[in-house]
């Protein structure tokens, strides 16, 4: 073995060269891979000459540069890392975060909700209508709400009925109520044609039932009482409630579930219309997003919603298909053919109703009377649209319009605005035939209201005027609590309050519950507690709920349970979804999954999604995906994106990312996010850079620091840093780590330090350990000693095994032993490596030998050459040379030539001294 004493020397003599080179020359970081590849061959020496006069032999591995770090803790880095840990794509939090809700926001809708006016008193023989009921087939669509149209040539009010693509679905809902189904609600917006369709499907599936339309100030449950009575209508009965907002929020003598289903127990098939704002209304807004579920929210308008979740609803869309419109041009009716050929963006129904000539027409009357402008009548439909818009039900009178237009004259003086009784006259003129800017709301013209097709049009602020008006003209408690509901939501609290406040000191339960909710929302906790038990006294359900919200908030679990658990006993069947919420934050599972089954079965969309996350936690995927897929059906955008991610985590890479397209273009940010990051697992690196940048433009955080991540690992680190930047400064704190790498590979240690240490501050482990990197490579033990003590206290595996590389470099070999073993015992590869060498260099070799063949089984190429090394020195030739043999194959294998030599020579030599022996 003359040649190994000329191997040791002159290893010796080369690492010692290095290593004075390195200290000398070598800046910055850059030094320390140096320090630490020279440094291995200095510690292997005297393993070597150990070795040989005790027959042992060992080497300590060059350094490993470090994997980057992974989501879930990290690679730690090995001695010499320059480049620290840059922190991988990932997806973050897991499968739920990016749809995660809790308790806390207030539900808040973006279109008013209008109740009608009470009525003071019931009209006369409004039931006696029910026996002289007209038969569906006979009903006149004029007076059950279908917007007029111009007259044909042959004197008909209205043009042929053209079928719309929803026609089917109509009819078998309609059937299916006939037989005790559940209601029908048909919805679209103003001049969609959606009373028209509704009446032309009860006339296909119901000719032969007699009509009846109460008017709203018509007492529904005592209807439904007299339908049970005799004589009962002969062939059965409809209920048409067209404008359904009409019959809401009038207490007993309005349309309430109680009310619905004694209708439905008299054997009536319930038929509704609703424009589409108002069923907005009543959608919701607004989910709070801090937890992993999803919590429905507080909100004055659940009784309503949960209303309207009795009807099956049927959406009519106001611009016709392809195939409506084809069918429209072969009828034949000049009307239908002139709406066909010029109706441009707008429905046909909408065309034929004249609603955009009207709408025009308004908005152009508001310039100067000298020049053909109406500025006064201008004002005069825009105050009636805006009284309509703060939910004021009255038919507006002479003396209304004179008090409430004077607001939108201000400044009009230059227009010469016309007197009132010629702005009146103009108003109230029928125009193309068909209607006017403001409609007759009696019979003898005496009383008005705005046409709805202009309500629905309007979009600007309603003047704070027009409001106090609103209120002032309100018939009683209920619609004046409406308004100021209205009135908040558009940004008038102190008028909400002022009206809503003495009303709930008065006992009014829906004053009261409004009130606990704006003191929630006002940081008063403890008053909307108050409230919130009053309104509860007063037997107000939803405040059931909102109690319940609160207490949960309070961290007051078992209150909170109770008053949900009344809630739901009243029929709130927000309460079944948050009981479950509830429940499964305590580890109640089972309980949980009960609840929120019940909630699914009740219609609730958001329980059909967490039922899927609950199963998806409990790794009962199969299930988790049915309830997911149930959720996108009902239209649940973010069951879009959970799908994805259970798909993903099942390696369905293409269905996943199927269905984190279809979040995308549902406008899901995490949808984009996500994508990225499977897009960047495959390395279709263009892509997900795409995704990311999409995801960034929406503002998504996340998005920027992978994005960041995407272009370092492109070597563009330009572009890299000013994302990282941008991820700091919206407050990603673990973007300031891997902008510190990408600083000190471009051997700015003063700003890479600079970012370790904010990253630190900010509670970032790996930066602790990487800015330990930093000092030791300037030469700074004492601080880099202390950086990695904290990170090791603080759980990080690298910190673990630095820390035991400094301290072996001290020549603290027993307190490098324990670091060692330590980061081992966390499943350090490389520190089973390092404490075999340090072992072998005490004369341990059998311990040495363990932690060796440890390494070789954890996958360590180099510890299969120092294996063979420790094996030769004791004269295991044999058992040195299968060692060396794998050695020879695993570097080859990673392309690692100098060490495929020199493991190939120490085996030609091992081979050659067998065979002289």
Not at 27 to 52: C, D, N, Q, Y
Not at 303 to 319: G, I, Q
Not at 543 to 562: K, M, S, V, Y
Request: proline residues 4%; glycine residues 10%; aromatic residues 6%.
């Amino acid at each position: 073995m003359r040649w190994v004493w000329v191997w040791v020397g002159g290893s010796a003599a080369a690492a010692c060269a290095g290593l004075a080179v390195a200290l000398y020359y070598l800046p910055g970081l850059e030094k320390l891979s140096w320090i630490a590849g020279a440094g291995s061959f200095v510690t292997a020496v005297p393993s070597l000459v150990l070795a040989l006069v005790l027959a042992r032999a060992q080497t300590q591995p060059p350094p490993t540069p470090s994997s980057a770090e992974v989501p879930a803790g990290g690679v730690a880095n090995s001695v010499g890392d320059v480049s620290g840990s840059a922190v991988q794509a990932r997806e973050v939090g897991g499968p739920v975060q990016q749809v995660s809700g809790n308790t806390g926001d207030t539900y808040t809708a973006h279109t008013m909700m209008f109740n009608q006016l009470p009525p003071a008193e019931q009209p006369p023989g409004a039931l006696d209508r029910v026996a002289s009921a007209v038969r569906v087939g006979q009903a006149d669509p004029r007076e059950l709400g279908v917007h007029a149209a111009r007259p044909g040539s042959d004197g008909s009010a209205l043009p042929p009925y053209v079928a719309r693509d929803v026609d089917a679905e109509l009819e078998q809902h309609l059937t299916r109520a006939a037989s005790g189904g559940r209601p029908v609600l048909v919805a679209g917006d103003s001049t969609a044609g959606k009373s028209r369709a509704a009446l032309q499907a009860l006339k296909n599936a119901l000719p032969g039932r007699r009509l009846i339309a109460p008017s709203p100030s018509t007492d529904l449950h005592a209807l439904a009482a007299r339908l049970t009575a005799p004589p009962l209508p002969e062939g059965g009965v409809v209920v048409w409630l067209d404008d359904l907002h009409r019959y809401l929020g009038l207490g007993r003598i309005g349309l309430t579930e109680d009310t619905l289903q004694a209708l439905r127990r008299a054997g009536a098939a319930v038929v509704a219309t609703m424009r589409s704002e108002f069923l907005d209304a009543y959608r919701p807004g607004a989910l709070a997003t801090t937890g992993q579920e999803w919590l429905e929210v507080r909100s004055e308008r659940d009784d309503t919603a949960a209303l309207l979740k009795c009807f099956d609803t049927v959406e009519v869309d106001r611009v016709w298909s392809a195939g409506e419109t084809d069918r429209a041009a072969a009828v034949g009716d000049e009307r239908l053919d002139e709406a066909v050929a010029r109706h441009g963006v707008h429905g046909i129904a909408e065309y034929l109703a004249a609603g955009p000539d009207l709408l025009a027409e308004w908005r152009n009357a508001r310039r100067s009377s000298t020049r053909g402008g109406h500025p006064r009548g201008h004002a005069l439909v825009a105050a009636a649209v805006d009284l309509a818009r703060t939910g004021l039900l009255a038919a507006l009178t002479r003396q209304i319009l004179q008090q409430a237009h004077r607001p939108y004259l201000a400044g009009a003086a230059a227009l010469r605005p016309e007197p009132f009784d010629d702005a009146l006259d103009w108003a109230q003129q029928v125009r193309l035939g068909v209607s006017s800017l403001l409609v007759p709301a009696d019979g003898d013209q005496e009383c008005w209201r705005a046409f709805d097709y202009l309500v629905e049009a309007a979009t600007a602020p309603i003047p704070a005027p027009t409001w106090q008006t609103a209120l002032a003209c309100a018939a009683g408690d209920d619609e004046r609590i409406t308004i100021a509901d209205n009135a908040d939501e558009a940004g008038h609290r102190d008028t909400a309050v002022a009206v809503c406040e003495p009303l709930a000191r008065d006992g009014h339960p829906r004053a009261m519950n409004l009130m606990g909710i704006w003191a929630e929302e006002g940081g008063n906790p403890d008053q909307a507690e108050a409230w919130y038990r009053r309104a509860v006294d007063a037997g107000h359900t939803g405040a059931l709920f909102n109690l319940g919200l609160l207490l949960d908030e309070q961290d007051r679990p078992q209150e909170a349970e109770e008053a949900y658990r009344r809630a739901v006993d009243a029929g709130n069947t927000k309460a079944l979804n948050n009981l479950g919420l509830l429940l499964a934050d305590q580890g109640r599972a089972g309980e949980a999954e009960a609840w929120y089954r019940r909630a699914a079965d009740a219609g609730h969309t958001k329980a059909l999604f967490n039922l899927g996350l609950l199963l998806a936690a409990q790794d009962r995927s199969q299930e988790a995906e049915a309830w997911y897929r149930r959720a996108v059906d009902a239209g649940d955008i973010d069951a879009l994106l959970n799908l994805g991610l259970l798909l993903a985590a099942q390696d369905r890479l293409q269905e996943a990312e199927a269905w984190y397209r279809r979040a995308a273009d549902a406008g899901h940010t995490k949808a984009l996010f996500n994508l990225g990051v499977l897009l960047a697992a495959q390395d279709r690196s263009q892509e997900a850079e795409e995704a990311y940048r999409r995801a960034v433009d929406a503002g998504d955080t996340d998005a920027l620091f992978n994005l960041g991540v995407l272009l370092a690992a492109q070597d563009r680190p330009q572009e890299a840093e000013g994302y990282f930047r941008r991820a700091v400064d919206a407050g990603y704190t673990g973007a300031l780590n891997n902008l510190g790498v990408l600083l000190a590979g471009q051997r700015r240690v003063g700003e890479a330090e600079e970012a370790y240490r904010r990253a630190a501050d900010a509670g970032h482990t790996k930066a602790l350990n990487n800015l330990g990197l930093l000092l030791a490579g300037q030469g700074r033990a004492g601080e880099a000693e202390t950086r990695y003590r904290r990170a090791a206290d603080a759980g990080d595996t690298g910190a673990l095994f630095n820390l035991g590389v400094l301290l072996a470099a001290q020549d603290r070999s027993q307190e490098a032993e324990a670091w060692y073993r330590r980061a081992a015992d966390a499943g350090h590869i490389d520190a089973l490596l390092n404490l075999g060498v340090l072992l072998a260099a005490q004369d341990r070799p059998q311990e040495a030998e363990g932690y060796f063949r440890r390494a070789v089984d954890a996958g360590h190429t180099k510890a299969l050459f120092n294996l063979g090394v420790l094996l030769a020195g004791q004269g295991r030739v044999g058992e040195a040379v299968e060692a060396l043999e794998r050695a020879v194959e695993a570097f080859a294998a990673v392309g690692d030539v100098d060490k495929q030599r020199l493991a190939a020579e120490l085996l030609a030599e091992l081979r050659g001294e067998d065979g002289e022996g």
